[in-house]
């Protein structure tokens, strides 16, 4: 175990990784790292383009910015695992069961919450010609697919719900065998061989046909996602690292959760594992 990975298993201190990230999201094809500074207590964006960053193992709930958006850290400095907040800090900005998010369990009237009343549509991304179904929010569903990387999507319906069009999305992936995810090593290897623009859209005409038959959905044209800030494709598969420990090389660009950078051949971090750790600059 290297000395960095020592550190990153102890108890950390606010001198020794003074930046606590809250947040990761793209603001349409701009990637933007929100971090907490322990130093000046002030809250402000750090800069991906410089790769000389050390992140800690150890996650704490982020907190949560009030209805006048200021900032609030977690009263508890609580443990995470799964989400980046704790139920107390959740509740009080966003959902009280963060299981919810995966799983809704009402259509809006046990917990009375916008979000899951809110209309939601189902969709299909591709990655070059992987397809996955998935569901989102009807006002950020192409945001939604930004941060996931895809190269292109096609709305299948809108429900009225978020519990019901998750109760699509499983029907559709059960019945037609659509994946709901993919290992992020499957999507890596994409990047580094050019884009099959014909075999997205055949596959996406042939899902148009069977859609309308089994389901009666008429989906629609592809939307293309093609402005990020990376040269593609890559020249070689990059390796994804561990989200803690050290990273240090030059940036090759970002696209949806990965950083890639090159140190010794192209490494791929997941910048969306960040929200909830510590990070610290490197001085080389």
């Known amino acids: 175990m290297s000395g ?6 102890k108890e950390i201190s606010d001198k020794d990784y003074p930046l606590h990230a809250l947040d990761y999201h793209w603001d349409e094809f701009e990637p933007h790292l929100i971090c ?3 130093t000046d207590d002030e809250v402000s964006e750090f ?3 410089d790769v000389k960053f050390s992140v800690s193992r150890k996650k704490v709930c982020v907190g949560y910015f009030d209805s006048d958006d200021k900032y609030v850290k977690c009263p508890t ?4 695992t799964r989400f980046r907040q704790c139920e107390a800090c959740s509740g009080e900005s966003f959902i009280p069961y963060q299981d919810c998010v995966f799983e809704p369990r009402c259509d809006g009237e046990i917990c009375d919450l916008e ?7 189902l969709y299909i991304a591709f990655y070059d010609t992987r397809m996955k179904i998935g569901m989102s929010s009807t006002r950020r569903v192409e945001q939604r697919l930004i941060e996931q990387g895809a190269d292109a999507f096609s709305i299948l319906g809108a429900y009225p719900t ?16 659509i994946p709901q995810s993919y290992m992020q090593e ?4 994409n990047l580094s061989k050019p884009l099959d623009l014909e075999g997205i859209e055949g596959r996406h005409e042939a899902l148009r046909m069977t859609l309308g038959e089994a389901f ?4 629609e044209p592809l939307r293309w996602l093609d402005k990020y800030p990376i040269d593609l494709p890559l020249k070689h598969v990059p390796e994804l690292l561990d989200t803690w420990g050290e990273h240090m090389g030059d940036l090759v660009g970002i696209k949806g959760k990965w950083m890639i950078y090159e140190s010794k051949g192209l490494k791929a971090l997941s910048l969306s594992e960040l929200p909830s750790r510590f990070l610290a600059r490197t001085v080389a």
């Not at 960095?4 to 298993?9: F, I, T, Y």
């Not at 400095?77 to 995470?80: E, G, I, Q, R």
């Not at 978020?162 to 059960?174: D, G, L, V, Y």
């Open 4 to 9: 960095s990975d020592e550190r990153s298993n």
């Open 36 to 38: 907490h500074d322990s």
């Open 47 to 49: 800069d991906l383009g």
């Open 77 to 80: 400095s609580a443990l995470v």
């Open 115 to 121: 979000f899951c009343k809110r209309e939601h549509v």
């Open 162 to 177: 978020r519990k019901r069009a998750r109760e699509a999305e499983k029907t559709i992936s059960s019945r037609l065998r």
């Open 186 to 189: 499957a999507l890596l290897r």
């Open 216 to 219: 009666h959905l008429a989906p």
